[in-house]
Structures are given as structure tokens and as C-alpha cells.
């Protein structure tokens, strides 16, 4: 089909578009929408930048002939660095879809998705995610509201102690869920080119890590070469260990010894964390519901038990 028939196709697609409508671009993921259309160029504004930026025709035909000459669909990557609204506009037409997770864009034979943003539909109703991270980034946030920590010296050790717990276990959480985020992320990542999102952007880069092959075998490749073996040898600490316990020569003549104090969590009282918790979740609950002010009271009530089962006690008091 001839381009031309295509891009009047699309012009009748981006007329009937809501003047709301949204679109995100497949790999910097900004966001624009359309605000004028004509016969050479569609005109769009960045929504964060504001900035207009008008997409020629010309352009969108040498991406149509790509992506007609490649069965597979055209990669995403091999667009310039400021084309990417361009296969967003396209993707509007019927024919041309945009495969995130391979990125490319292709032509189909039947109905297609498209990059608009339902911006119309009815939002979901709030649901908790079941993440640990997630129950304790909600108990850390009350513990702020509650407490002036911009001065940690002014507040009681109970309330310290209650916030390095969190702290600790929001750090721990959140780098596990950190992590199989970024597994996700690699698969939709394409040749170090940054992504963004509202908050910032990732890229996909390479670390390159390195390990010692068999000894015998370091020593003969450098020998080889002409290296003497005394040159890259030296003292093994796992054998000055062994040999320190069966003498009595004192660590400090063969170590130099720095030793440092710090803070380490030794235990999580689970139980009134929960209990917590569960205040704190009907708390959300009651600013939408219609009993709130009666509710609310209640999780006064609670807060106060809670307040008085989560004051200090030394580790002696504990296990009298």
C-alpha cells in the first residue's frame, strides 16, 4: 500500500484523538501529546518541557519504508536520538504496533495497540501490595511524621531504636526489590541508551568483573614472559591466621589493628510491628470511608495501647 494512502490513514486516526490524549515514547518514555495536525507535519508539545516539536511527513515515510523493508519489524535503537516520538505517532495507525520488550515497531495485518495513555478510564480500586517493603516503608513514614528527626539527638532511645529497626529493614527490603526490578529492566534496555521516567533515568551498563585463574597456571603464563614468580607473590592472610594460632606471636606484631563501633539490629519484635501496621492501614481506610471520625478515634485508642507496648525496656528488664 502506497505511503501516502497510510498517512492520510493516520491524520483521520490523530484527528479523532481526545485533545486530552497522552503519549509516551517506547524508550526515553517522555511524555507529549498532539495539539495540531496538517497535511506535511503533526505538531506536538513535550508535557514536561512544554516544548512544541513538529514531526514532518517526509520523516514519517523514510520510517514507514524501514519498517516495510524489515520482516521482523525495525529496531528502535537504530532511531536518532530525537526521533523517538515518531513510532509513538505511528503506532496510532491500525497497521503498526510497538513491541516494547523486542523493541521494535512492525506492521500487522490486523488491529493494533497503540502508546496512548488511557488517561480516561476509571481508576482501580487502592489495593495493598503485598511487599515487606512496602509495610515497613509505611511504618517509617509514621515514625517521621511522628518524631523531629532533623535533631536525632534530642529524641528518646526508644523512638531511635524504633527507627534504625525500620530503617535497616526498608533498606534491606528494598534493595531485594531493587534487584528484580533491574532483571526486568535488562530485558527492555537496548545498547546503553538511557531511559527516563518521572523520577530520573537508568541506562544499561557493563560491569566488568575479574578473578584469578589457577595459580600454577598465572605463574607459568607471567614466567613465560619473562616475570619473575617472587614479583607477583606475597603473603597469604588465611595462612598468617593458621599460623598465629599455633605460636605466640600476637596479631598486632604482624597486623595493624583500627577498630570501629557501630550500631547492629539484633532482633524485630514482628508482632507489634503488625499490630502497628494494622492501625496505620485503617487509619487510610477510614479518610474515605463514611464512620471515619468514629474510626478514627478508635485508632487513637489503639495507637495509645500500641505507644505504651513499644516503650523502651532495657535487655535486662526484658528477660525478668
Given at each position: 500500500?502506497?505511503?501516502?494512502?497510510?498517512?492520510?490513514?493516520?491524520?483521520?486516526?490523530?484527528?479523532?484523538?481526545?485533545?486530552?490524549?497522552?503519549?509516551?515514547?517506547?524508550?526515553?518514555?517522555?511524555?507529549?501529546?498532539?495539539?495540531?495536525?496538517?497535511?506535511?507535519?503533526?505538531?506536538?508539545?513535550?508535557?514536561?518541557?512544554?516544548?512544541?516539536?513538529?514531526?514532518?511527513?517526509?520523516?514519517?515515510?523514510?520510517?514507514?519504508?524501514?519498517?516495510?523493508?524489515?520482516?521482523?519489524?525495525?529496531?528502535?535503537?537504530?532511531?536518532?536520538?530525537?526521533?523517538?516520538?515518531?513510532?509513538?505517532?505511528?503506532?496510532?495507525?491500525?497497521?503498526?504496533?510497538?513491541?516494547?520488550?523486542?523493541?521494535?515497531?512492525?506492521?500487522?495485518?490486523?488491529?493494533?495497540?497503540?502508546?496512548?495513555?488511557?488517561?480516561?478510564?476509571?481508576?482501580?480500586?487502592?489495593?495493598?501490595?503485598?511487599?515487606?517493603?512496602?509495610?515497613?516503608?509505611?511504618?517509617?513514614?509514621?515514625?517521621?511524621?511522628?518524631?523531629?528527626?532533623?535533631?536525632?539527638?534530642?529524641?528518646?532511645?526508644?523512638?531511635?531504636?524504633?527507627?534504625?529497626?525500620?530503617?535497616?529493614?526498608?533498606?534491606?527490603?528494598?534493595?531485594?526489590?531493587?534487584?528484580?526490578?533491574?532483571?526486568?529492566?535488562?530485558?527492555?534496555?537496548?545498547?546503553?541508551?538511557?531511559?527516563?521516567?518521572?523520577?530520573?533515568?537508568?541506562?544499561?551498563?557493563?560491569?566488568?568483573?575479574?578473578?584469578?585463574?589457577?595459580?600454577?597456571?598465572?605463574?607459568?603464563?607471567?614466567?613465560?614472559?619473562?616475570?619473575?614468580?617472587?614479583?607477583?607473590?606475597?603473603?597469604?592472610?588465611?595462612?598468617?591466621?593458621?599460623?598465629?594460632?599455633?605460636?605466640?606471636?600476637?596479631?598486632?606484631?604482624?597486623?595493624?589493628?583500627?577498630?570501629?563501633?557501630?550500631?547492629?539490629?539484633?532482633?524485630?519484635?514482628?508482632?507489634?510491628?503488625?499490630?502497628?501496621?494494622?492501625?496505620?492501614?485503617?487509619?487510610?481506610a477510614a479518610t474515605e470511608g463514611e464512620d471515619a471520625e468514629e474510626l478514627r478515634q478508635e485508632i487513637e485508642d489503639l495507637e495509645g495501647r500500641i505507644d505504651e507496648l513499644t516503650s523502651f525496656r532495657t535487655g535486662t528488664e526484658v528477660h525478668e
Amino acid at each position: 500500500m502506497a505511503f501516502n494512502v497510510n498517512w492520510h490513514t493516520l491524520l483521520d486516526e490523530l484527528d479523532d484523538l481526545p485533545e486530552d490524549a497522552t503519549l509516551i515514547t517506547p524508550l526515553s518514555h517522555d511524555r507529549f501529546r498532539i495539539d495540531d495536525v496538517q497535511e506535511q507535519c503533526v505538531i506536538i508539545t513535550g508535557e514536561n518541557t512544554a516544548e512544541k516539536r513538529s514531526l514532518q511527513r517526509d520523516q514519517f515515510e523514510t520510517l514507514y519504508r524501514r519498517i516495510t523493508d524489515e520482516p521482523g519489524g525495525f529496531e528502535l535503537d537504530r532511531l536518532p536520538a530525537d526521533a523517538d516520538p515518531y513510532p509513538t505517532v505511528l503506532s496510532l495507525h491500525p497497521k503498526f504496533e510497538i513491541d516494547e520488550d523486542a523493541g521494535v515497531i512492525t506492521e500487522m495485518d490486523g488491529p493494533t495497540s497503540t502508546q496512548i495513555l488511557d488517561t480516561d478510564a476509571e481508576p482501580e480500586e487502592r489495593s495493598e501490595p503485598d511487599l515487606d517493603v512496602y509495610a515497613d516503608a509505611l511504618l517509617l513514614v509514621d515514625a517521621l511524621e511522628r518524631h523531629d528527626v532533623t535533631t536525632l539527638s534530642e529524641m528518646e532511645t526508644d523512638a531511635l531504636v524504633n527507627l534504625y529497626t525500620l530503617l535497616s529493614d526498608v533498606q534491606r527490603n528494598a534493595n531485594d526489590l531493587r534487584q528484580d526490578v533491574a532483571e526486568v529492566l535488562l530485558t527492555r534496555l537496548h545498547h546503553d541508551r538511557p531511559v527516563s521516567g518521572p523520577f530520573g533515568s537508568v541506562q544499561r551498563t557493563t560491569r566488568r568483573n575479574r578473578s584469578l585463574k589457577g595459580e600454577d597456571e598465572v605463574l607459568a603464563k607471567l614466567e613465560a614472559e619473562g616475570i619473575d614468580r617472587e614479583r607477583v607473590t606475597g603473603i597469604d592472610r588465611s595462612k598468617v591466621d593458621d599460623a598465629l594460632e599455633v605460636t605466640d606471636l600476637p596479631e598486632a606484631d604482624v597486623y595493624d589493628i583500627e577498630e570501629s563501633e557501630y550500631v547492629r539490629k539484633v532482633d524485630v519484635d514482628e508482632e507489634v510491628k503488625e499490630t502497628r501496621l494494622q492501625g496505620l492501614k485503617e487509619q487510610l481506610a477510614a479518610t474515605e470511608g463514611e464512620d471515619a471520625e468514629e474510626l478514627r478515634q478508635e485508632i487513637e485508642d489503639l495507637e495509645g495501647r500500641i505507644d505504651e507496648l513499644t516503650s523502651f525496656r532495657t535487655g535486662t528488664e526484658v528477660h525478668e
